[in-house]
């Protein structure tokens, strides 16, 4: 079983940044691709960020491309979420996921995750 534990979210004005964590344990981190989802109120949870394995490859959503940058340490066990330039609506519960599956480099599903955190809340305010 793989425990999978979020930090970092938190009360930002819009423009700003916030950097969210996530800590993997009771499993083996490297082969592992890792994702970042959210999910405001009312709505489905939506894909934000996903990284391979070994980090070569990274996937992210369109809404928030070239101002969130996921990336990985391995020898850490963690996965990071870097966001800048926030907007009110990236407003949500942020969740850490874990493929355990081996068998996608940076999948964009939630269907295809296994292992999920509890969410940490990011909130932008105008």
């Known amino acids: 079983q793989v425990q999978v534990v979020e930090s970092g979210g938190g009360l930002v004005q819009a423009g700003g940044s916030l950097r969210l964590s996530c800590a993997a344990s009771?499993?083996?981190?490297?082969?592992?691709?890792m994702g970042w989802f959210r999910q405001a109120p009312g709505k489905e949870r939506e894909f934000v960020a996903a990284?391979?394995?070994?980090?070569?490859?990274?996937r992210y959503a369109n809404s928030v491309k070239g101002r969130f940058t996921i990336s990985r340490d391995n020898a850490q066990n963690t996965v990071s979420l870097q966001m800048n330039s926030l907007k009110p609506e990236d407003t949500a519960v942020y969740y850490c996921?874990?493929?355990?599956?081996?068998?996608?480099?940076?999948?964009?599903?939630?269907?295809?995750?296994?292992?999920w955190g509890q969410g940490t809340q990011v909130t932008v305010s105008t």
């Open positions: 996921a874990v493929d355990a599956s081996t068998l996608y480099s940076a999948a964009n599903a939630p269907g295809l995750y296994d292992y």
């Open positions: 009771g499993g083996i981190f490297s082969v592992y691709a």
């Open positions: 990284i391979s394995r070994s980090g070569g490859i990274t």
